[in-house]
């Protein structure tokens, strides 16, 4: 090996050893400062109505499971949610808010930490809540399921 090959060997290595600790010095105290965050899941069965006609149980259409994420995802139900589970006081005190939150901002707040996705059986769905607070996570997705 050259002297001009070792050279840009040491360079290259001293670079990338400087970007390294210049990631970890960044990534580790923003680490520490975070506050730990908990996921709740909830699955839930999706049921069609049966029409009068048939007594034998219809397989979910993906239609069927769409409106019923919608409607879990709408914010007549996030407003319930706010309300049953008192989160405007909730929210107030998390963010460190003088007054408690108004309501359609809770159930914008709230909404953000659901994530409803299809689930891993046929005409299931899965209610996932990310809080900071296990309990709070839970009795979200339990509320909402």
Known sequence: MTRKAKTLWLVVSLAFLGIVLLIGAVCIPVLLVM???FEAVCRIRVIPA???ASSAPQPVS???LVEERRRIESTS???ALVEKLNLTG???KRFRLNDPM?????????????????????????IRVTEEDPQMAADMANELA
């Open 50 to 52: 049966r029409s009068p």
């Open 62 to 64: 993906e239609k069927v």
């Open 77 to 79: 139900t996030m407003t």
């Open 102 to 126: 108004y309501m359609p901002q809770a159930a914008a707040v709230a909404a953000s930490h659901v994530n409803i996705r299809s689930g891993s059986e046929p005409g299931t769905l899965e």
């Open 90 to 92: 909730y929210y107030a």
């Open 35 to 37: 506050p730990p965050k």
